[in-house]
């Protein structure tokens, strides 16, 4: 009989299965928290600002506030994931430290190391990363993130990139799944992903963690879309609080995600939920947040 | 025998794709109508709060509970076993089936950075130990009436029966070890059978 064995690859992993289906909603304070959780939320993300107003104010974008994480801890049931900048050993250490369920090591803060992650293996903690195409969401899980999501363009409410990321993920899933060995060797050469995952991603047809969308999702019907591309759930960054009536979109893309493939219903849950956020073309952005990471 | 996992929330394609292992067919359950028509059902985990609220909103919460009641066997895990309980005893307001004999703390073992794995006898099940995977996993507080208790871990019962009803506060569906989903469908076919054996 094995001992008891806390922050495992299985227990890691395993706990982002629990998200799947779902909706994770970023708030700035208590209230929100318990608008999320009441719309149905599988968990929220707590930070200072959504991205939509770190977009707009500019400036450095670190970690929140410890005292305002522990204070939506402290307001919900539901899991609480917090921000780490990307290479920020330190900042994911004091969040493992307060017990956040899960860190995103996010492209959405400015970078805090131009050539390296954290080495997301070490932690208790699990972590979740952003990913373009294969190589990127491979690298991430080599350093030992539990779950991917897609870039897209976070605080713009335009959900083209998320879709691009999606579609090269999944255009590259099935460009190696035609690959034999030797293919596969100089195919993870050329996108920079260890072979070992990448068999892995050859034999499972898909990533071998799950994976979100992420990045710029306004409206029942984008998060409809993202499910219909093969994402297992959907963040919701800015798309639920700078919404016109954001208890009411949240709920609808609640909603949404669980009766993606039922037109009627989405057609139902798109009616009545208020103006989306404003959105922006991805060409006059002077910050592509997309593009932090390596 | 139809099969379903019901599929609101969560980790269900995990029972999904484990169940196909046992050698079933089983069905993706997201409306009343899928409801109806499976004879046994798999509660997968997830998160119990936002499974109420759309089981609720898609008017399958009273048809489920009726279901469970009417003797439909039901294997539950985490979330599942939560929605499950007759009691949760540490959130004020969230709804429960009340149809399982059982009273839970949700998020008994802590957070995520407490989430452990580790081995636990089932004889039910055969000597092997079996690797459980707690993950903000309910705790349960107390039991009462017929629950039976399969086993424990640290002093508190991790997986218990009571009539068709199976449930574990852990997660059997991400190790691939198939034995308990094998004694649940073991138990599912009894029922079956004794529902044919009463029409005759």
Known sequence: MKMEAKGTWTVKKGFAEMFKNGVIMDVTNPEQAKIAQDAGATAVMA????????????????????????????????????????????????????????????????????KYHIDKRIFTVPFVCGARNLGEAVRRIAEGAAMIRTKGEAGTGNIIEAVK???????????????????LVHYGKEIGAPVEILSQVRELGRLPVVNFAAGGVATPADAALMMMLGCDGVFVGSGIFKSKDPARMAKAIVEAVSHYENAEALAEISENVGDAMDGLEIETLEVRMEERGW | MKIGVLGIQGAIQEHLSILRKTGVEPSWVKNRKELDSVEALVMPGGESTTMIKLLKRFEMWEILRNRIEDGMPVLATCAGMILLSRKIENVVNQDSLGVLDISV??????RQINSFEVDLQIDEIGPEPFRAVFIRAPKIESISGEVRVLTSYDGSPVLVRQGNVLAASFHPELTGDLRIHRYFLKMAEAAEKRIKECAE
């Open chain 1, 47 to 114: 930070l200072e600002r959504v991205p939509a107003d770190i977009r707009k104010e500019g400036g450095v974008a670190r970690m929140a506030k410890i005292g305002l994480i522990k204070e939506i801890m402290e307001s919900v049931t539901i899991p609480v994931m917090a921000k780490a900048r990307i290479g920020h050993i330190a900042e994911a250490k004091i969040l493992e430290a307060i017990g956040v369920d899960f860190i995103d090591e996010s492209e959405v803060l400015t970078p805090a190391d131009d």
């Open chain 1, 165 to 183: 990321h999606m579609r090269t993920v999944n255009e590259e899933v099935r460009k190696a799944q035609m690959m034999n060995d030797a293919e």
């Open chain 2, 105 to 110: 703390k949700r998020n008994g073992y802590g």
